[in-house]
């Protein structure tokens, strides 16, 4: 199984702030009949179901703001929120769609400072 | 409106069954490839299981091989999981999703107590 590894555990951050998390995979998520990375990211709040911020690594999904930004390839990842709006407190979380079993990350934490 | 609905959750003794049921609505069902994903008490989501569009390939997380069951009918457009001797690591929210390559729309969950 591909072990997707996230850093840091949690954060805090000022309003207007930006907030960077990592992910690290155990083997690379990279196709390379396509050039794609198999990896997206998520966003949990407290009483509700993941939702899917990013994929591709980099692509934004539809309704996404703008300040949330992926980026990286292979085995190294990062989500970067550019400026941190109190709606973003929510607990973020890496996976990878490569292999199967898909595989999630253990979650970062992000709050306000 | 694209949604899922998952139902069937509930507190059930170890070694207990259960089916869970994810009805579907306002996309071709057919068309996708679904998944179940759980996620305990505290914890990160963990993958359950997946099916094919016409549900003829299925796959399993070693956690729970051979104990669940997945299947969907694509006439009623409901996804089932079958549950069989549960034990308390079960415990967990379930959540139905529609995969095309990621984790596209997650229903809101059905929860799973098992425990004496």
């Known amino acids: 199984d591909i072990v997707m590894t996230q850093s840091p555990d949690s954060l805090a951050v000022s309003l207007g702030e930006r907030a960077t998390i990592n992910c690290k995979s155990s083997q690379s998520v990279l196709y390379s009949s396509n050039n794609k990375n198999y990896l997206a990211w998520y966003q949990q709040k407290p009483g509700q179901p993941p939702k899917v911020l990013m994929y591709w690594a980099s692509t934004r999904e539809s309704g996404v703001p703008d300040r949330f930004s992926g980026s990286g390839s292979g085995t190294d990842f990062t989500l970067t929120i550019s400026s941190l709006q109190a709606e973003d407190v929510a607990v973020y979380y890496c996976?990878?769609?490569?292999?199967?079993?898909?595989?999630f990350g253990q979650g970062t934490k992000v709050e306000i400072k | 409106e694209v949604q899922l609905v998952e139902s069937g959750g509930d507190l059930v003794q170890p070694g207990g069954s259960l089916r869970l049921s994810c009805a579907a609505s306002?996309?071709?069902?057919?068309?996708?490839?679904m998944h179940w994903v759980r996620q305990g008490p505290e914890k990160g989501p963990v993958w359950v299981s997946r099916?094919?569009?016409?549900?003829?390939?299925?796959d399993y997380a070693h956690s729970v091989k051979g104990r669940f069951t997945i299947s969907r009918d694509n006439a009623k457009n409901t996804l089932y999981l079958q549950m069989n001797s549960l034990r308390v690591e079960d415990t967990a929210v379930y959540y139905c999703v529609r995969v095309p390559y990621y984790m596209e729309v997650w229903g809101k969950g059905t929860t799973v107590t098992v425990s004496s």
């Open positions: 996976q990878q769609y490569y292999i199967t079993p898909q595989t």
């Open positions: 099916i094919n569009p016409d549900g003829s390939s299925t």
């Open positions: 306002g996309f071709t069902f057919s068309n996708y490839w």
